[in-house]
């Protein structure tokens, strides 16, 4: 991987949590995946595997035109990537906007999907 696919990857994963549906979900990670939400936060934090991706993204997803994101590679070694980035959710009518920055922790495995993927975050404010 090169900070092209990288960033790549990242815009394509911003793409599958737009849209919500498994096909551009599955395109991102690899069957065996671990995905840690909250790495310090326990084993329910933590998504092993496609199908428990697909069960945390698709079974509470984000309203469409409710969020927006940015993503860019920070640093990436051999298989290895880290990027940084902001999600924002937007004001509602019972809700003030809420940003975070994020730091994501990347594997990635030979056919380009992600095989470990570690997310640490700060909400603003």
């Not at 995946?33 to 199908?51: C, E, K, L, N």
């Not at 991706?53 to 994101?69: F, M, N, Q, R, T």
Request: one cysteine or more; glycine letters at 8%; aromatic letters at 16%.
């Amino acid at each position: 991987m090169d900070r092209a696919d990288v960033q790549n990857w990242l815009a394509r994963y911003v793409e599958a949590w737009r849209a919500n549906e498994a096909g551009p979900i599955e395109a991102l990670f690899g069957e065996d995946v671990v995905y840690r939400y909250r790495p310090y936060g326990g084993a329910d934090q933590t998504a092993t595997g496609i199908a428990e991706i697909l069960e945390a993204w698709l079974g509470e997803p984000d309203e469409p035109g409710s969020w927006e994101a940015r993503y860019t590679v920070y640093v990436v070694e051999e298989d290895r990537a880290v990027a940084t980035g902001i999600s924002r959710y937007f004001a509602t009518d019972t809700e003030p906007e809420q940003v975070f920055h994020n730091c994501y922790l990347l594997r990635f495995a030979e056919d380009g999907r992600c095989s470990e993927f570690t997310e640490y975050y700060m909400r603003e404010k």
